[in-house]
């Protein structure tokens, strides 16, 4: 069985600011780790994600996230938001089932920049 | 060019009625999935067809049929529907190779208003 878990619903962050995003995971067999950002009313566009190898991973819009298996943990950074980094975050751990990968989501975080 | 796209993307029926949710994916993937976004933002996978093939069947009520008449498309249908059943249904794709997990593309969601 795997889960994830988002200890934040909601983070403020003033503009320019550094912001990270926490993602705990657990999970009984090998782990895929996926970060996606949905934007309002729109559907869900992948950020980044961890299959194997170096455990920093970059993705698109500046973000980026560390696999840390110690801590089971799959935190997303980013140095300096912007407003258009609004959006709600979600962190993912997938598993593969027969054919098909089974994404398990936690239940997001609400990034709100503000001026 | 949209790659998972889904029609309609926004349906408002009355409780009782039967209605279908389309989903078409052009990147070539041989897995499609379906999930429901909750009001609360919160989003479980409910079925995954590899090849026209069902591979996951979430704790789903029977009123929902996935039907995949090919590998590109992958309907959803939903008889007698309930208040509880209002929510984003997202469409998403990916090719799952061995043991190699791929990254799923979500389409833009279908908002279901169920009245």
């Known amino acids: 069985a795997q889960s994830v878990t988002q200890l934040d619903s909601q983070v403020p962050v003033f503009e320019e600011a550094p912001v990270e995003l926490r993602c705990n995971y657990s999970s009984s067999v090998s782990v895929y780790l996926f970060w996606y950002v949905q934007y309002p009313n729109q559907g869900l566009q992948l950020l980044l994600k961890y299959l194997s190898g170096s455990t920093l991973v970059k993705g698109i819009n500046g973000f980026e996230a560390e696999f840390n298996k110690s801590q089971t943990s799959f935190h997303l950074r980013k140095p300096s938001v912007h407003i258009s980094d609004t959006a709600e975050y979600f962190c993912?751990?997938?598993?593969?089932?027969?054919?098909?990968?089974?994404?398990?989501f936690g239940t997001g975080t609400r990034l709100q920049v503000t001026l | 060019d949209t790659a998972v796209s889904q029609t309609p993307k926004y349906l408002v029926t009355q409780m009782g009625n039967d209605k279908s949710i389309k989903c078409e994916q052009n990147l070539g993937h041989d897995t499609m999935y379906w999930y429901k976004q909750d009001s609360k933002k919160f989003l479980k996978i409910m079925f995954s067809y590899n090849n026209k093939e069902l591979i996951i069947n979430e704790t789903v009520p029977n009123r929902f049929s996935p039907k995949s008449p090919d590998k590109a498309h992958l309907n959803l249908h939903i008889n007698s529907l309930e208040l509880g059943d209002s929510a984003v249904y997202f469409c998403?794709?990916?090719?799952?190779?061995?043991?190699?997990?791929?990254?799923?593309?979500f389409g833009p969601g279908t908002r279901l208003t169920v009245l």
């Open positions: 998403a794709s990916s090719s799952v190779q061995g043991a190699w997990v791929d990254t799923q593309y």
């Open positions: 993912a751990v997938s598993a593969l089932s027969g054919t098909a990968s089974k994404l398990t």
